[in-house]
């Protein structure tokens, strides 16, 4: 293809672009640049062939540092929305916008929707050992009857702590009340949501602003406890300071200090940056 005809084409694909990341950024977290930064991403992913559930496990275990393979499966059937077997590049940038940049009412919808295998709006035990199994990691000398136990008492533990209404059943009510209360409790069925430094490596590539959602994440959180207290007239208890919060928020010290968004340093930051550039531009 000669030069002339790439320049003719070029106008025509930013259009495009700019058409798609506009569209995507009403529905999103994101703003527009962000939008043509991550759809650039799947574009170079894409290319290489599609993000089916190998990929996408692939990717997540790449860059957000999610290592369960059965939690991995299922955020995979969370981002695809349509049960294709394909995560398009609208699944793609909703699905990144709920799990890095979701409100706290979004991230506890993605996470039991994620937990929800069958898709019935309720968490039974069958549904939690699923869920658990591969988060627990066995040694030399555990025994598969050792495992076995452990699996069962931290099922017994989530049904005490999620199953408000004691009918057997987690039911979405019974999850956004317990989360509600206690934020640590959104990831006790499993690990979906990547820790702080894997999304502040992660945005580095798609945004240079990711430090100004730093600062909003407790405020949400007190805000949705304050209504949840209002709906149920309960007198409203601060929110603990740690917890589900630091899994959002990027420590003051990392935000403070551009040397460890710098990949050339040894930094945790900087390693994670550099893994997720290196499969994200490789095309």
């Given at each position: 293809?000669s030069?002339?005809?790439?320049?003719?084409?070029?106008p025509?694909?930013?259009?495009?672009?700019?058409?798609?990341?506009?569209?995507?950024?009403?529905?999103?977290?994101?703003?527009?640049?962000?939008?043509?930064?991550?759809?650039?991403?799947?574009?170079?992913?894409?290319?290489?062939?599609?993000?089916?559930?190998?990929?996408?496990?692939e990717?997540?275990?790449?860059?957000?540092?999610?290592t369960?393979?059965?939690?991995?499966?299922?955020?995979f059937?969370?981002?695809?929305?349509?049960?294709?077997?394909?995560v398009?590049q609208?699944?793609?940038?909703?699905g990144l916008s709920?799990?890095?940049?979701?409100?706290?009412?979004?991230?506890v919808?993605?996470?039991y929707f994620?937990?929800d295998?069958?898709?019935d709006?309720s968490?039974?035990?069958?549904?939690?050992?699923?869920?658990?199994?591969?988060c627990?990691?066995s040694?030399?000398?555990?025994?598969?009857?050792?495992?076995?136990?452990?699996?069962?008492?931290i099922?017994?533990?989530?049904?005490?702590?999620?199953?408000?209404?004691?009918d057997?059943?987690?039911?979405y009510?019974?999850?956004v009340?317990?989360v509600?209360?206690?934020?640590?409790?959104?990831q006790?069925?499993?690990?979906?949501?990547p820790?702080?430094?894997?999304?502040?490596?992660?945005?580095?590539?798609?945004?240079?602003?990711?430090?100004?959602?730093?600062s909003?994440?407790?405020?949400?959180?007190?805000?949705?406890?304050?209504r949840?207290?209002?709906?149920?007239s309960?007198?409203?208890?601060?929110?603990?300071?740690?917890?589900l919060?630091?899994y959002?928020?990027?420590c003051?010290?990392?935000?403070q200090?551009?040397?460890?968004m710098?990949?050339?340093?040894n930094?945790?930051?900087?390693?994670?940056?550099?893994?997720?550039?290196?499969?994200?531009?490789?095309?």
């Open positions: 293809m030069m002339s005809i790439q320049m003719a084409r070029r025509a694909k930013q259009k495009r672009m700019h058409s798609i990341s506009d569209s995507l950024s009403q529905n999103t977290h994101f703003n527009i640049e962000e939008c043509k930064s991550l759809v650039s991403i799947y574009e170079r992913i894409d290319a290489m062939g599609k993000v089916d559930r190998l990929r996408f496990r990717i997540l275990h790449t860059t957000m540092n999610l369960d393979d059965i939690m991995l499966d299922l955020l059937h969370a981002f695809d929305r349509n049960n294709d077997g394909i398009d609208l699944e793609w940038v909703q709920a799990m890095l940049r979701g409100t706290p009412e979004e991230l919808d993605f996470c994620v937990y295998i069958n898709g709006r968490l039974a035990r069958e549904e939690l050992h699923q869920c658990i199994r591969g627990i990691v040694g030399y000398s555990v025994e598969n009857d050792e495992i076995d136990e452990c699996e069962r008492d099922v017994d533990i989530c049904m005490k702590k999620l199953d408000k209404d004691r057997g059943q987690i039911t009510p019974d999850f009340n317990a509600t209360d206690d934020p640590l409790l959104i006790a069925c499993g690990p979906c949501l820790n702080s430094n894997a999304i502040a490596a992660f945005l580095a590539c798609s945004s240079e602003y990711y430090r100004d959602y730093s909003v994440w407790g405020a949400d959180w007190d805000l949705m406890k304050k949840r207290n209002l709906r149920n309960v007198s409203e208890s601060r929110l603990s300071q740690t917890g919060r630091r959002f928020v990027l003051k010290s990392l935000a200090n551009p040397d460890t710098d990949p050339s340093t930094g945790e930051l900087g390693a994670l940056r550099r893994c997720s550039l290196h499969l994200m531009w490789k095309a």
